[in-house]
């Protein structure tokens, strides 16, 4: 679903809460409570559509990060967007023990409520569900932002015209009655995207140095090594490495990349002590479970003005030019 | 894609492998001898099918063991069987290294090949793969079967009529022309499909023990101690756990059951030493990683009949109607 004529959902002026007009929809009113009144519930919803995202890209098989290709290699086909609305109900259904509803997806206080669900600017709701409460979710990658709302589907709040499946958009004033449970979410952050679009020449260097490799497994380690290698410093999780190994046992390709790395002086930290006391020594971030960073190393004097840390009772810092290349130390993992 | 008025894909008549005529469609026979000579392709096949199953089921947020339920609780929606194909598409492409094609979905010794799945008893092809090579796919879950197969789609081979997406379904004497790769291929288990097909009463109790509980999670735990008191004997796998549980963590759930069923005699054994060799001394299936056997104990002498191992000193057997209730003994795990 999208709709390149009418205005991006994100560029929107960033939506208000409707007002809670005395009682104007009861039922609205009290699904709206409760999300509210669940913990944490903004954060989940981010996982929640981050999970069902990385799911259907499914990165460990595919390599694939973007939802928006469409062509060549990495596509993401028709089917998988429009399963990525089912999967979203399904993770979001699982996440906050919602019921099955009847003949709509959810009973939330028990009122049907229909979950939909747009990776586009609008959704689309079907005959069957005008009338129902919709849980609208949104959520745009290249963005990094999602919105979470309720809106009754009415005559009103829908527009005219129906696309090939019968299914009818919200209207111009429908976005307006939205009861925003949450206005202006920060997506969990997809880190090869971000690289995309920020450093895609370092992307195209990961993935070139396994272009010489017949088949995926094979090329994965290099890659992975690569990753470490080019992107010292940076924080990254274990979508970004099963995506680049292509390869189910991303913590193993890391372990494997230590070996592969020693001898230029990388080191890679993971959440295990001593690492992370490492890290912090070192002025980089500092990895938890399933996330890990790399430093490129040197020797430095205790007076050398970098953060710097005692490993097996040598000195180090963070390599610059003109330093000396290091055989990196073997931290316990 | 069910055509209920054509005989199932699995009723006909075993298909054997259609004669090698001499050079008949080279491309072909150089697709279907790439295929024969991968390694362990069937099993790999069965696993690609069946990993593709359980992940569109989704068991361990939704507890689905069952593609063919499509009302009501636990239904799969038509959207997640028409991904069903793409998600085999990936699962195989991944499996077996194969390069995307264009505009087919994969490129197998230069040759374009498309993808295509049924779980029904017929293909749907769509008018762009028409004088194209097919790799066709067809998985029955109810009957544990599945087939793989070969077929250059042409006039002849498909039936004249469309669908409502212009697609055509594979006619009478295109099966006869299918190059089968795997004729009649057993799918990995389906563990709780066959228990609600011969023993619907064992799932109704482990279901059943939750349904005073608020909240999938919190019936969790008291389904999987269920689960292990009710099958003794039974090789329990991974992915039966976590559906049932409705929980990633299934060995943990698995881990605090030990604890929940030691008092009424039962003990829960995994992969990991001794527990193999008491589950051989027992005369019971050998769990490998990611499966569980569950047995009920008591103490026997060492001239009992029954098959007996000793733990700690104490000698133990398989428990009998009569015998006394004791308690599990704890195992390393």
Chains 1, 2 share one sequence.
């Not at 669900?117 to 569900?129: D, H, L, M, R, V």
């Not at 260097?205 to 994965?220: A, D, E, L, Q, T």
């Not at 913590?251 to 990349?257: G, I, N």
Request: aromatic letters at 8%; hydrophobic letters at 35%.
């Amino acid at each position: 679903m999208s709709m390149s004529q009418e205005p991006s959902l994100f560029d929107l002026d960033s939506a208000p809460p409707s007002p809670n007009s005395s009682g104007e929809d009861a039922e609205l009113e009290s699904v709206y409570a409760w999300f509210l009144s669940q913990k944490d519930y903004s954060d989940r919803f981010g996982e929640v559509l981050r999970k069902s995202i990385d799911e259907v890209l499914d990165g460990q098989r595919t390599g694939r990060y973007d939802l928006s290709v469409s062509k060549g290699e990495g596509r993401v086909e028709k089917t998988e967007k429009t399963y990525l609305g089912t999967k979203v109900e399904i993770v979001a259904r699982a996440e906050f023990e919602l019921g099955y509803g009847s003949p709509m997806d959810y009973t939330i206080e028990g009122t049907s409520v229909d979950a939909k669900f747009t990776s586009g600017s609008n959704w689309a709701i079907p005959k069957e569900a005008i009338g129902h409460i919709c849980l609208l979710m949104a959520a745009n990658d290249q963005k990094g932002v999602f919105q979470v709302g309720l809106l009754r589907t009415t005559m009103d709040t829908l527009n005219l015209g129906e696309n090939g499946d019968g299914k009818r958009t919200v209207s111009a004033f429908g976005r307006k009655q939205i009861r925003w449970i949450i206005p202006n979410g920060k997506l969990p952050k997809n880190f090869l995207l971000d690289l995309k679009k920020n450093s895609p020449h370092i992307l195209e260097s990961i993935w070139g140095v396994s272009n010489g490799y017949k088949g995926s497994r094979n090329g994965g380690q290099a890659r992975v090594n690569n990753l470490f290698r080019l992107l010292p410093g940076e924080l990254l999780d274990r979508t970004t490495v099963v995506t680049v190994a292509m390869q189910h046992d991303g913590p193993k390709r890391v372990r494997d990349a230590r070996g592969h790395l020693k001898s230029s002086g990388y080191i890679i930290l993971g959440h295990l002590k001593p690492a992370p006391q490492i890290a912090s020594d070192l002025g980089l971030p500092i990895p938890n479970k399933g996330s890990w960073v790399s430093a490129r190393l040197t020797h430095v004097h205790e007076d050398d003005d970098r953060p710097s840390t005692v490993i097996d009772g040598l000195r180090y810092g963070l390599w610059r030019e003109g330093d000396m290349t290091v055989t990196a130390p073997t931290i316990a993992t």
